[in-house]
């Protein structure tokens, strides 16, 4: 199928930070663009969310806090003291 290139004027500052976002997430700006154009004629609508992996790695410590709070909150829960946790990382690291 034929392509044809669209011209954009954005603010410098946005364009950079766009870029940098992009990058974070693994893609070029040219890809962004003719993505979200498909997906829009597509589902006729903004059909998705793309983040960086900043805002992932948030997502994925909120969800681990939240698991330990449960795990926490268990009373049948193991606890280890300070030495069982850190001991055999002194062995294997020697520190």
Do not use: C, H
């Amino acid at each position: 199928m034929p392509t044809r290139a669209i011209t954009v004027r954005v603010d410098n500052a946005v364009k950079e930070q766009a870029e940098r976002m992009l990058e974070d997430i693994g893609i070029n700006m040219t890809t962004y663009i003719a993505s979200s154009l498909k997906a829009l004629v597509r589902e006729r609508r903004v059909p998705f969310k793309m983040v960086t992996t900043d805002y992932l790695t948030d997502q994925i410590i909120i969800e681990k806090l939240k698991e330990a709070e449960k795990e926490a909150a268990d009373p049948n829960a193991v606890w280890l003291s300070r030495e069982e946790v850190f001991e055999p990382l002194r062995k294997k690291y020697g520190y």
